[in-house]
């Protein structure tokens, strides 16, 4: 499908999606929005004062009391006025209430009909002015509800507008939803959410957020601990990502399908499964690179994304969508694993960051045969390996790694100085002194190959360490420890 299609298709799709969905009026700011609405403010007493004029104290007050038909024909004929109407009142309004109340009405407005938007930007470039500015400003505001309602209007502006945000207005926006979304005990993350849903939609907003982080962003967000409505939330905001091909290596990059996969075999609405498959799907028909596409398959079924489609597979879903997207990943990644290799299986779980002890990691065969693959790419496995013994606090991976840093000293000639070099053998000694017994005994293990080039005497002198019963000569004679 071609990028235009792509883009006219995503941006087509409903802004409160799911049917029977009862987000719009459940969200922590819709919710409040709806007591706003209900609130009593004294035009009068503006004008009065003079902090507004007697024509934007006329429009305002024929604006609230029309509805309906009688509206529609209000804005027509007096488009600029309700502009200037809008801009003047939060310009010289300071009461917080007021402004929350001047923001609610003018969301309604724009939600009411998308190409009302038109009537903002036609006036700010009659006016040779940043349409952004005034918006971009309240931001800064203290006050939670203000910001977030100002941050609807802005999606909405950026997205249904002929001209779209550009430069530091942009960058400025989504910096701003980044850090909402990052923001501990975030009361309005839902709104935070439902503005990425609509940005991201657009392939210059979603390059633009991916350029910032925003890819690292969702994955430490998704791994936390978060309800099934924000899950599907982020989780349709990488969905619409995946529809820009260069943004899926990204995500193999922040181990987007282990967390998703962790997501999938534990949710409970069909939401979250049915857009965490599309996800996926995407990442598998996206890329154009036939290895990507293996590498993702590989990284789905290591995630245990194949056990649970067969376990959907016995579900009965009204949507069609989700049966066929459940049809589409088994087959694919069930084709897959026949045509895996053990390297194929190890880069994958290095690259996933969870290692156990699967097979491969004991074999003495696959050692022989892959240690030299490890320094593909610019020892890009290697590289991986020392991060996690810098960066996990799982003891499980901590001395998996250790041992496969040993296995590849063992196996390959130049095997010590490239580890050092990588910085892995100052890794190795620090897990020396680790709490973990296990970890203590693999960093040994590693160490000791690091440093001694008699690896098969060596190995057995530590398994007599570890079990000193055993016995290792036909003379009877026991090896001294």
Known sequence: MADSKIN???????????????????????????EIRNSSINWQSYLQSQMIGDDDYRFITEYLSSD??????????QRSQCAKT?????????KDQTVQYILTIMDDMLQEDKNRVE????????????????FLNLLNRPDGFIQNMTSRIIAKLACWSRDPMEGTDLTFYLTWLKDQLQTVNNEYVQTTA?????ML????????????????????????RINFQIQYQLAFCLWVMTFSTQLVEQMNKHK???????????????????????????????????????????????????????????HKFDDEDIMADIEFLNEKLLASIQDLSSFDEYSTEVKSGRLEWSPVHKSERFWRENAPRLIEKNYELL?????????????????????DIGEFVRHYPRGKSIIEQLGGKQMVMQLLAHEDPNVRYEALLAVQKLMVHNWEYLGKQLEKEKNPSSESSSTGVKTKG
């Not at 038909?69 to 027509?76: M, N």
């Not at 809008?86 to 300071?94: A, G, R």
């Not at 991060?387 to 606090?393: R, V």
């Open 119 to 134: 009537i903002i930007r036609e006036y700010a470039k009659k006016k040779r002015e940043n349409v952004w500015s005034p």
């Open 194 to 198: 439902r503005c990425l849903q609509m």
């Open 68 to 77: 309906g038909t009688k509206r529609d024909s209000l804005l027509q004929v």
């Open 383 to 403: 590289k991986m390996l020392v991060h996690l013994l810098e960066t996990s606090s799982d003891t499980l991976v901590l001395a998996v790694a250790s041992y």
């Open 201 to 224: 939609r657009d392939e210059k907003y979603r390059l633009a957020f991916a350029g910032m982080g925003g890819v690292s962003v969702l994955a430490n967000v998704l791994s936390g």
């Open 256 to 314: 987007i399908i282990p967390i998703l996969g962790d997501i999938l075999n534990d949710a409970v609405k069909d939401k979250v499964t049915r857009i965490i498959l599309a996800v996926f799907r995407n990442m598998i028909e996206k890329p154009e690179d036939a290895s990507m596409i293996k590498e993702n398959c590989v990284a789905m079924v290591q995630a245990k994304v194949l056990k649970q489609l067969s376990i959907l597979q016995q």
């Open 86 to 94: 809008f801009l003047s009142l939060l310009e010289h309004i300071s």
């Open 8 to 34: 006219s298709m995503l941006m087509k799709l409903p802004d409160e999606t799911g049917k029977g969905d009862v987000l719009a009026a459940t969200s922590v700011l819709q919710q409040r929005a709806n």
